[in-house]
């Protein structure tokens, strides 16, 4: 039955190359459509690429598919933040319990996997086909090739997974009651570099995510397996200081040396990144429907999200293991399977929106803060003692991939305001050991 259903991909991205593997396994006949060339062939765009978080959630989906050992073997295991002060020392924080940790993986490599796995199964990839123009009635696609050739096809099915300026999300915007928001925050971010050492060694902590925190921006860098750290700088694009301030090679120097001082010793080609690449900005966007006839949104033509949390890959790939799912459940019934998916992927895509934008406060205000760090010490002592009844939000999102995003958000603020009163009792600092930890935990309950 599936064979003659021909569904069509909109974005050979990770979603939708994830996603055509688990069509094409299901069955159908999938064609995606990518207004970009081949990456295997013209080379990765770098510059302008968040190296990724990979976690549980997007763990798991891969494990379906058959590709979570793959991927493993070129990623690199962080098991803790390590905080850089402006005197370079370090400070460190765990991200869950022993054992547990996020996997530091690029962007490019991970999507190169999923391509060939998808060729693999028989899925067409369409590269250099710019779509433009989607009809919803009829679910016929038009794109223009490289050649400017233009051709309309028609599918049973057609899914936007083209990111955050979605082509077919553009189509949906033009319908009845289609409810659309877009909010950039104040910040935007540059790829900068740390070469390897000799012999490809680490400059800095192989298994861990850095940060510099300095309460407006910051910058992070995360490993790559040649030895490498991809670094971004996340900084206001106006104000003092910001992306408008340094203008010039002498200003960019000073401020680096002066704000991340163990970090610019690391960078030799620090002037011709900060240069060369692209300040890029970060948006958070919220639609609703995602389906309309025989149209589906996903990933982040659906929910796009900040970087904050590392989860926006990982709940995209979320989102193809549940619609596989439902496509279980429902016996490949799509017009009970489209409404389902919404229902029950819209609540969670909004929480983890939330949690993202809060955690980029977290991450440049806090990580570096006494009382915040006390308070994750008070917080890691809770779920040692009871480890099924408080679970640290991180923990939560990251290490807890069946709980949904909505349930975490939803705990993590009856935590917060639980600890805002911990912290307020006198002398915490000193007396956290001796809190009747039993009683904090039952009033959660």
């Not at 690449?277 to 659906?302: E, F, H």
Request: charged content about 25%; proline content about 4%.
């Amino acid at each position: 039955m599936n064979k003659s259903k021909h569904i069509a991909i909109a974005g050979a991205g990770l979603v939708g190359s994830l996603l055509s593997i688990y069509l094409a396994k299901r069955g159908y006949q999938v064609s995606v459509f990518e207004r970009r060339g081949d990456m295997r062939s013209s080379g990765y765009e770098g510059g302008r690429s968040i190296n990724l978080a990979l976690s549980n959630r997007g763990i798991r989906a891969l494990d379906e598919v058959g590709l979570a050992e793959e991927i493993k073997k070129v990623a690199i295991p962080m098991h803790r933040r390590a905080m850089h002060d402006r005197e370079g020392n370090l400070t460190y924080q765990p991200y869950g319990k022993e054992g547990q940790f996020i996997n530091s993986v690029s962007r490019g490599a991970l999507n190169i996997v999923l391509m060939n796995k998808a060729e693999e199964l028989g899925v067409e990839f369409n590269f250099q086909h710019r779509i433009t123009k989607v009809d919803l009635e009829s679910t016929t696609l038009t794109t223009i090739d490289s050649q400017l050739s233009t051709v309309d096809r028609k599918f049973d099915l057609i899914i936007g997974s083209d990111g955050a300026f979605s082509a077919v999300r553009g189509a949906l915007q033009f319908t009845d009651r289609f409810d659309y928001s877009q909010d950039y925050i104040d910040h935007g971010y540059k790829e900068l570099h740390i070469p390897p050492g000799a012999a490809g060694a680490f400059k800095l902590e192989k298994n861990a995510l850095h940060i510099w925190p300095r309460e407006s921006f910051m910058m992070i860098a995360l490993p790559n397996p040649d030895g490498s750290f991809t670094c971004t700088l996340f900084f206001p694009f106006d104000g003092n200081p910001s992306f408008s301030k340094l203008k010039t090679d002498a200003e960019v120097s000073m401020f680096f040396e002066s704000t991340f001082t163990d970090a610019v010793e690391l960078m030799p080609t620090l002037l011709e990144d900060y240069n060369t690449n692209p300040t890029s900005s970060l948006v958070t966007v919220r639609c609703y429907p995602w389906v309309k006839n025989n149209t589906l949104l996903i990933g982040d033509a659906a929910h796009a999200i900040v970087p904050f949390f590392g989860q926006g890959m990982n709940a995209g790939f979320e989102d193809c293991r549940i619609l596989n799912e439902l496509l279980n459940q429902f016996n490949d019934d799509w017009k009970k399977v489209l409404p389902a998916f919404q229902q029950s992927r819209k609540q969670d895509a909004d929480a983890i929106a939330q949690l993202a934008l809060d955690n980029f406060i977290e991450m440049r205000d806090l990580v570096a803060d006494a009382d915040f760090l006390l308070r994750k010490k008070i917080e890691a002592r809770l779920h040692q003692l009871y480890p099924t009844q408080w679970i640290p939000l991180y923990s939560m999102v990251t290490f807890h991939d069946s709980m949904p995003y909505s349930t975490a958000y939803e705990t993590g603020q009856k935590q917060k305001k639980i600890m805002d009163e911990v912290m307020k009792q006198p002398g915490i600092e000193k007396n956290w050991e001796s809190l009747d930890f039993k009683a904090i935990v039952k009033s959660l309950i």
